[in-house]
């Protein structure tokens, strides 16, 4: 069974950073693209950043250059550095793999929020 554990989450002022985490288990973790999503009050639920199991990494035009995401396989962990914080980035985050089959898992998400 699929188990996933964001943390990191908080509350921090405009410009200021953050970093989440994201502990799985329950699957092959290193041959598993990954992603972060987030979901904003009354806003469905997006893709901000994905790493494939080679490294290789896609961010959505909101967070290109100010988010980024890493991964390390021995400890089934991916991350997500956030450089620059909006008001607009606050959303409850979440991690999960990519692959269509895992599409009903999700975690209970970590909660950011932006301060202006």
């Known amino acids: 069974q699929l188990q996933l554990v964001e943390s990191g989450g908080g509350l921090v002022q405009a410009g200021g950073s953050l970093r989440l985490s994201c502990a799985a288990s329950g699957l092959i973790f290193s041959i598993n693209s990954m992603g972060w999503y987030r979901q904003a009050p009354g806003k469905q639920r997006e893709l901000v950043a994905a790493i494939t199991n080679s490294g290789h990494t896609t961010y959505a035009d909101s967070v290109k250059g100010r988010f980024t995401i890493s991964r390390d396989n021995p400890k089934s962990t991916v991350y997500l550095q956030m450089n620059s914080l909006k008001p607009e980035d606050t959303a409850v985050y979440y991690c999960?793999?990519?692959?269509?089959?895992?599409?009903?898992?999700w975690g209970q998400g970590t909660q950011v929020t932006v301060s202006s």
């Open positions: 999960k793999p990519t692959n269509i089959a895992y599409r009903s898992y």
